[in-house]
């Protein structure tokens, strides 16, 4: 069994590809929101959050031979999780990285993590549009209220993310939810419709809807700050699809029969 730990749009590509490849695939997401993650009849999933020792549980569990990691480049912690449970089950992991498709060509702010996005978002005196999800609001919320400067954030449409919101403290005339990737005409009109001056983003790739953001700031003449991706979506990892399948393809079958001391 291969664990896929997957939630992004590529996790139907990998896991389909793995399977047609003979391998039994377990795609693991932390939420239940709907994911298409291939039909083939070696595909399983299963949804919910794993800590490390849940999913040290569950990958032995259910016999699984290596972790394929494509979860969200910003998902640290679920990425340090997965390489420390297959360096404790002393079996592969094979990192998959969507690529970045961002420059630092001195038209956007970069910015380490969301403290300091916040602060040089809200720098500029200008209604905020953060598309970074329902995490990390605090900072924001933080800075909005210390500059009274509005703020606007665009989530899933998923009730746990609403509610994230509304704990905040961000009013729902001030929530917009929806499913991305949106449009440049999507982001306009939500750039528009709230008087956006800054867009706080990720670089979450072409598929997470990036470059449409960007040009709709350039349009709407908004300043751009990104969030930059942590160190641990960095290490050793592929964006080939074929080279995760070639190289499990040829390892030797393994099988969990010890694990070491220290779990």
Known sequence: ???????????APLATALATAGFKVLVSTATDVPLHVG??????????????????????????????????????????????V?????????????????????????????KSAAKTAFSFGRPVLLTTGSRNLSPYVREAAATGVPLTVRVLDHPSSLVACRKAGIPDANIVSGRGPFSV?????????YGIGVVVTKDSGLEGGVP?????????????VVVQRPAESNRDGTADVSAIVKELSQLPALSITSVKNNV
């Open 39 to 84: 039909d083939h009849p070696n595909i399983s999933r299963r949804s919910g959050k794993l800590d490390r020792d849940q999913m040290l549980q569950l990958a032995i569990r259910q016999n699984v031979l290596a972790i394929v990691d494509a979860s969200h480049p910003y998902a640290s912690s679920v990425r340090q999780n997965a390489r420390t």
């Open 1 to 11: 069994m291969i664990l896929l730990l997957g939630g992004t749009s590529e996790t």
């Open 86 to 114: 297959a360096d404790q089950l002393e079996i592969p992991y094979v990192s998959w990285v969507r690529p970045r498709i961002l420059d630092n060509d001195g038209e956007i702010h970069f910015e380490p993590n969301h």
């Open 185 to 193: 005409d999507d982001n306009l009109k939500v750039i528009r419709r």
């Open 212 to 224: 449409a953001k960007l040009t709709a700031a350039r349009i709407a003449d908004c300043r751009v």
